[in-house]
T-cell receptor, first 113, second 111 residues
């Protein structure tokens, strides 16, 4: 089991563009959360998906949206990119009922120029 | 407001010295507290959670509700303990796994 996988590893976009990041959860996990980690900061919760629906959301604008597929994989979409969106985006998966232990992916480094 | 504060960005100690990484939190309710660790070139991983009361890799952490603290301690630091440590909390009631992280403390253990 490769654990949580994320793609791409790195991404460079221009202000105003749109981006899609992808995450495959650890085998057997059904819940996916997304976090944004700015340089020198701790991860900040964006939202969580369970049963293909957004279950909980952090303090992020509507430009941030997501999706979960029937195979539990997930996408994070960010529209109208701003320079401040440059960060490491982390995906974490867990199994419903065992949410105390979240398994993190290696992250996608997004740079907005 | 829900918040986790780690006052030290960097903690540097010599091998064999005691380590204490500080964590304070604010939360209205009953939180669950965690320590996550990220070693160089590795992904973020759970180190320990307060409910389990375990000692992992020689580290322990006690939840002090009166002082709203959850400090991470180890009596004798090892060079392999060098890493970034994050304190995090999650709400126990209706817990869906949302984690609130502190800013992190880099632990540097010198030989």
């Amino acid at each position: 089991d490769a654990g949580v996988t994320q793609s791409p590893t790195h991404l460079i976009k221009t202000r105003g563009q749109q981006v899609t990041l992808r995450c495959s959860p650890k085998s057997g996990h059904d819940t996916v959360s997304w976090y944004q980690q700015a340089l020198g900061q701790g991860p900040q919760f964006i939202f969580q998906y369970y049963e293909e629906e957004e279950r909980q959301r952090g303090n992020f604008p509507d430009r941030f949206s997501g999706h979960q597929f029937p195979n539990y994989s997930s996408e994070l979409n960010v529209n109208a990119l701003l320079l401040g969106d440059s960060a490491l985006y982390l995906c974490a998966s867990t199994l419903e009922g065992f949410s105390y232990e979240q398994y993190f992916g290696p992250g996608t480094r997004l740079t907005v120029t | 407001a829900q918040r986790v504060t780690q006052p030290e960005k960097l903690l540097s100690v010599f091998k064999g010295a005691p380590v204490e990484l500080k964590c304070n939190y604010s939360y209205s309710g009953s939180p669950e507290l965690f320590w996550y660790v990220q070693y160089s070139r590795q992904r973020l991983q759970l180190l320990l959670r307060h409910i389990s009361r375990e000692s992992i890799k020689g580290f322990t952490a006690d939840l002090n509700k009166g002082e709203t603290s959850f400090h991470l301690k180890k009596p004798f630091a090892q060079e392999e303990d060098s890493a970034m440590y994050y304190c995090a909390l999650s709400g126990l009631s209706g817990n869906t796994g949302k984690l609130i992280f502190g800013q992190g403390t880099t632990l540097q253990v010198k030989p």
